[in-house]
């Protein structure tokens, strides 16, 4: 399973599919091929909706996102 977490808080977000995953991998950039935390805004969420993003996961990143400008978003594996 895979969770994505608000990286200023902590607070669990919620779970992603290996394939929403993939898309945010795609979508944004990475420093590294460890990095797994992204910042995201509402000019990325529309990025995302050009470019075919599921509507269950924009749902969730809406909102998490809230009415904030943006935020660090991170992910991370689970057994």
């Known amino acids: 399973m895979i969770r ?3 990286n200023y808080s902590g607070v ?6 290996n394939d929403q995953l993939q ?10 091929t460890r990095d797994q935390d992204y ?4 000019a990325t969420l529309e ?5 075919g ?3 269950g ?4 990143l809406r909102g998490a996102l809230g009415d904030r400008d943006g935020m660090e978003i991170r ?3 689970e057994s």
């Open 75 to 77: 992910w991370q594996k």
């Open 4 to 6: 994505l977490y608000d």
């Open 39 to 42: 910042y995201i805004d509402q």
């Open 23 to 32: 898309f945010l991998i795609d979508q944004l950039e990475e420093e590294s």
């Open 53 to 55: 993003i599921d509507e």
């Open 47 to 51: 990025m995302f909706v050009d470019a």
């Open 57 to 60: 996961l924009l749902e969730l």
């Open 12 to 17: 669990e977000i919620g779970a992603v599919t």
